[in-house]
T-cell receptor, first 113, second 114 residues
Framework: DQQVKQNSPSLSVQEGRISILNCDYT??????FLWYKKYPAEGPTFLIS?????DKNEDGRFTVFLNKSAKHLSLHIVPSQPGDSAVYFC????????????FGQGTELSVKP | DAGVIQSPRHEVTEMGQEVTLRCKPI?????LFWYRQTMMRGLELLIY????????DSGMPEDRFSAKMPNASFSTLKIQPSEPRDSAVYFC????????????FGEGSRLTVL
């Protein structure tokens, strides 16, 4: 029972273009969503988050959009850079579960020069 | 401040052997999580602790897996006996739920069971 799903295992984009990573969830009780970035042989690191009461959060080149009615969120990276090449994980939590994060399968982004 | 520290970074063992993975959380963090990364399921939560007490172990796959947190600065994940399908990267993470409540991950322990 995968409550958080990232249906694209990989994505390849050209440097300077937009990268769009997608995530779907099934649990309507999720109230907070986070994106993590993971380089090989390293642990995941936090990238950006969004509360369920918002529909957009922006931090520099990174923007996360939340569509609650569709139970869908996306991460936009503009412009994409080769250093953005990594695995991106979408995660979600509910307020009453003590910080427990449910992660998706991850999407491997490759940004080509 | 040091991050989450895991050991060993790599472990190669034979089927049937006992494996112990170790984790030191960030000082002051009262939540500790064990995750397993696989291609099929991504980052899968195994168990988490709050103030050294196990809160949710529903993700522990079988009785062969056990986890302990004897004090605020140390936790272990044990697999006994190990099987080839346990091969994965195991991550430990901690948080104090302040701010956005992000989890801070260690670098992981890559386990290979032959």
């Amino acid at each position: 029972d995968q409550q958080v799903k990232q249906n694209s295992p990989s994505l390849s984009v050209q440097e300077g273009r937009i990268s769009i990573l997608n995530c779907d969830y099934t649990n309507s009780m999720f109230d907070y969503f986070l994106w993590y970035k993971k380089y090989p042989a390293e642990g995941p690191t936090f990238l950006i988050s969004i509360s369920s009461i918002k529909d957009k959060n922006e931090d520099g080149r990174f923007t996360v959009f939340l569509n609650k009615s569709a139970k869908h969120l996306s991460l936009h990276i503009v412009p994409s850079q080769p250093g953005d090449s990594a695995v991106y994980f979408c995660a979600a939590r509910t307020y009453n579960q003590g910080g427990k994060l449910i992660f998706g399968q991850g999407t491997e982004l490759s940004v080509k020069p | 401040d040091a991050g989450v520290i895991q050991s060993p970074r790599h472990e190669v063992t034979e089927m049937g052997q006992e494996v112990t993975l170790r984790c030191k959380p960030i000082s002051g963090h009262d939540y500790l999580f064990w995750y397993r990364q696989t291609m099929m399921r991504g980052l899968e939560l195994l168990i988490y602790f709050n103030n050294n007490v196990p809160i949710d172990d529903s993700g522990m796959p079988e009785d062969r897996f056990s986890a302990k947190m004897p004090n605020a600065s140390f936790s272990t994940l044990k697999i006994q006996p190990s099987e080839p399908r346990d091969s994965a990267v195991y991550f430990c993470a901690s948080t104090n739920l302040r701010g956005n409540g992000e989890l801070f991950f260690g670098e992981g322990s890559r386990l290979t069971v032959l």
